[in-house]
């Protein structure tokens, strides 16, 4: 969920059902005229439905967008979540990297591995994992912008955004995604071109399916 051309500053909140009044409870927390998102994850109303609220000074207005990445079902079709110690798969800064070699130049994807990059049981994914979960960080933007965060290469610019900073921001959000066939993902990030961004990566988590 991403916060866009707020008049004021304030926050969203998405819920199942339609609030009875000012919510409150937070979603998204954001500053005047700020682009600032943040991953969800809740259940969906009835039909299939879900309702956002701006809550700001009166009269104000914010543009929301959404993207959604899965879905849960109430049966036992779908994959089983295994929690891992989170750990660095990726920090692209130099004098640290790792997963990637160097900076995220503006709309160049990049792939790293996420698949058996550990030894250890309690930071490793392992072959046969479907998606993941961690926390993706921007760091050093020389432009403002977005990272897009996908199982496969985009082909071209990505059009959804994971992560929205403004130049020399650090941000995070947090992510839950599928990984690609080949046990990777790809970054990229999205600026006025020429410009760069690192990248931190840390997982949390693996699903598998039963």
Do not use: C
């Amino acid at each position: 969920m991403t916060a866009v051309n707020e008049s004021s500053g304030g926050y969203f909140t998405v819920t199942p059902t339609r609030p009875g009044g000012f919510p409150e409870t937070s979603t998204l927390n954001f500053p005047t005229g700020d682009t600032r998102a943040n991953a969800v994850t809740l259940p969906l109303g009835a039909g299939g439905v879900l309702w956002v609220t701006f809550e700001g000074k009166v009269g104000t207005h914010a543009d929301v967008i959404f993207d959604v990445t899965g879905y849960f079902v109430p049966d036992t079709s779908g994959a089983t979540y295994v929690a891992l110690t989170p750990n660095r798969l990726v920090d692209s800064r130099a004098g640290e990297r790792m997963g990637l070699s160097a900076s995220l130049t503006s709309r160049v994807p990049a792939e790293f591995a996420v698949v058996g990059q550990s030894g250890d049981s309690a930071l490793n994914v392992p072959a046969g994992a479907v998606a993941i979960t961690g926390n993706l960080t921007a760091v050093g933007a020389t432009s403002g912008g977005y990272f897009s965060l996908t199982p496969d290469d985009p082909g071209g610019v990505a059009t959804t955004s994971t992560l929205n900073f403004p130049k020399g921001d650090t941000r995070a959000n947090a992510v839950t995604i599928p990984l690609g066939s080949d046990g990777g993902l790809w970054v990229q990030f999205v600026g006025v071109t020429g410009t760069h961004a690192d990248a931190v990566f840390d997982v949390s988590g693996y699903f598998t399916m039963n």
